[in-house]
């Protein structure tokens, strides 16, 4: 009987055991998942910030008292690079949201200069910065459902009882800069 009951015991202790492991290892696969998706974004926040001094070349060439506006996207463009190099969601979520604000303008000198809607440079700037958003709302997208699946595996039993033991906490969500 005691016999039994030792197996019983030990039986349980490694059920317990592999489900600590499981879970250990589901949370950190998950947090891994969250730092790849941010870093996705990341790879589309530089990308797009190295576009900007072309696009500020080519429409300070045809509109060269448009400065004010031109250094807004230049500040803003710093901003995002600083951002990027930071742990802060927050932070990359605002100078993105700033950096959209400042190419607004910019993009809407074509309509008040035709030379510069007429440049092929311009253009093909415009189509690579649409690209790039496009490439950057998707990568928002995963950042986003990854942090999803980490919180709520941080959340639900049983592995919210092995969640402190992994070092890993909850993140924050990418919000979209509208």
Same mark, same amino acid.
């Given at each position: 009987m005691v016999r039994l009951l030792l197996i019983i015991a030990l039986l349980l202790a490694v059920l317990v055991l592999v489900l600590f492991v *499981?879970? !250990?290892?589901? $949370?950190?696969? /998950?947090? $891994?998942? *969250?730092?790849? /998706?941010?870093?996705? $974004? &990341? *790879?589309?926040?530089?990308r797009r910030a190295a576009l900007i001094p072309s696009l500020v070349h080519t429409v300070q060439?045809?509109?060269?008292?448009?400065?004010? $506006?031109? &250094?807004?996207?230049? &500040?803003a463009r710093t901003a995002l690079t600083t951002a990027t190099s930071g742990k802060? *969601? /927050?932070q990359r979520s605002a100078a993105d949201k700033e950096l959209d604000s400042a190419l607004a303008p910019v993009l809407a =000198? /074509?309509? +008040? !200069?035709?030379? =510069?809607?007429?440049? #092929? #440079?311009?253009? +093909?700037?415009? &189509?690579?910065?649409?690209?790039?958003?496009?490439k950057l709302a998707f990568a928002r997208q995963y950042y986003n459902d990854a942090v999803a699946t980490l919180n709520r595996l941080m959340s639900t039993m049983p592995w919210m009882f092995v969640a402190p033991l992994s070092g890993v906490s909850e993140r924050e969500y990418y919000q979209t800069p509208r």
């Open positions: *499981v879970g !250990y290892n589901k $949370i950190r696969s /998950a947090d $891994i998942r *969250v730092a790849e /998706a941010l870093s996705g $974004i &990341d *790879v589309e926040l530089t060439t045809f509109a060269t008292h448009e400065r004010a $506006i031109l &250094d807004h996207v230049a &500040d802060s *969601v /927050a =000198l /074509a309509e +008040s !200069y035709p030379q =510069l809607n007429s440049s #092929n #440079n311009f253009g +093909s700037l415009q &189509d690579n910065l649409a690209d790039t958003e496009n």
